[in-house]
């Protein structure tokens, strides 16, 4: 079992919850492992909100998570494969930490298997930029996460995770994670629900399908692809 589940950072608790109702999601079920109750689905894949102090250094910042069914047999897995797990009790119970070749580093935890989340065209997509794209994709594959493309080391990958979300391994000169969505239809209908909820989304042209981009609370600018049939956002 394994989904993605990034991680949110914010000062306003409240005011990025009310920003990921607008965008379609919708809070989780069940109480969430971590200081932070604010976890919210998405048709596949989920956001997780922790509050933290305004104008500290973690303050709109975002970071890559997973559910996983089992944390010790998730990491028993990945780490036959080939990438190191450190076992931890960072959060109310075990959690595997794995620290990829570029100095990503970021957490597994036990989560449902199924959320009971409404259907949804909307995914989770996090954008991994690193200079180590090759690397990244191998620490990805070892968790199990299934590849959407066999391109080279200088274009992007996409993971799907089997439970929920995207991953998109893109070169860059720097390593960070951002929070983007995948929607499986026409964009233009979700910045029509988001116009009118009072935020103000814009409509793109790029390449094979449009996208809308939308400033989030936090500060971060948030994009929504249309996904593409032939590839995975």
Same mark, same amino acid.
């Given at each position: 079992m394994l989904?993605?589940?990034?991680?949110? #950072?914010t000062?306003?608790?409240?005011?990025?919850?009310?920003?990921?109702?607008?965008?379609?999601?919708?809070?989780?079920?069940?109480?969430f492992?971590?200081?932070?109750?604010?976890?919210?689905?998405?048709?596949?894949? =989920?956001?997780?909100? =922790?509050?933290? =102090?305004?104008g500290?250094?973690?303050?709109?910042?975002?970071?890559?998570?997973?559910? +996983?069914? @089992?944390?010790?047999?998730?990491?028993?897995?990945t780490?036959?494969?080939?990438?190191? +797990?450190?076992?931890?009790?960072?959060?109310?119970?075990?959690?595997?930490?794995?620290?990829?070749?570029d100095?990503?580093?970021?957490?597994?935890?036990?989560?449902?298997?199924?959320?009971?989340?409404?259907?949804?065209?909307?995914s989770?997509?996090?954008?991994?930029?690193?200079? @180590?794209?090759?690397?990244?994709?191998?620490?990805l594959?070892?968790?199990?996460?299934?590849?959407?493309?066999?391109?080279?080391?200088?274009?992007? #990958?996409?993971?799907?995770?089997?439970?929920?979300?995207?991953?998109?391994? =893109?070169?860059?000169?720097?390593?960070?994670?951002?929070?983007?969505?995948?929607?499986?239809?026409?964009?233009?209908?979700?910045?029509?629900?988001?116009?009118?909820?009072?935020?103000?989304?814009?409509?793109a042209?790029?390449g094979?399908?449009?996208?809308?981009?939308?400033?989030?609370?936090?500060?971060?600018?948030?994009?929504?692809?249309?996904?593409?049939r @032939?590839?995975?956002g």
């Open positions: 989904r993605v589940r990034l991680l949110v #950072h000062s306003d608790v409240p005011a990025a919850a009310g920003f990921l109702r607008a965008l379609g999601l919708h809070p989780a079920q069940e109480p492992p971590d200081a932070s109750p604010s976890v919210f689905d998405a048709g596949s894949g =989920r956001v997780a909100l =922790r509050s933290c =102090r305004a500290s250094a973690e303050d709109g910042r975002t970071a890559l998570a997973f559910d +996983v069914g @089992d944390v010790r047999e998730f990491a028993r897995r780490v036959e494969a080939g990438t190191a +797990v450190e076992l931890s009790a960072e959060g109310a119970g075990l959690s595997a930490r794995i620290t990829a070749p100095g990503t580093s970021f957490l597994a935890d036990e989560g449902p298997r199924e959320t009971g989340a409404p259907a949804s065209p909307l989770v997509l996090a954008l991994w930029h690193t200079p @180590d794209v090759l690397p990244a994709t191998r620490v594959g070892d968790m199990g996460a299934r590849s959407g493309n066999n391109a080279g080391e200088g274009a992007r #990958h996409d993971f799907r995770a089997k439970n929920g979300g995207i991953v998109s391994v =893109r070169p860059a000169g720097h390593r960070d994670v951002e929070l983007a969505f995948a929607y499986d239809g026409d964009v233009r209908d979700l910045a029509g629900d988001l116009g009118a909820g009072g935020f103000d989304p814009v409509v042209d790029e094979p399908g449009r996208s809308v981009w939308i400033r989030a609370p936090w500060g971060a600018g948030i994009r929504i692809h249309e996904e593409q @032939d590839s995975s």
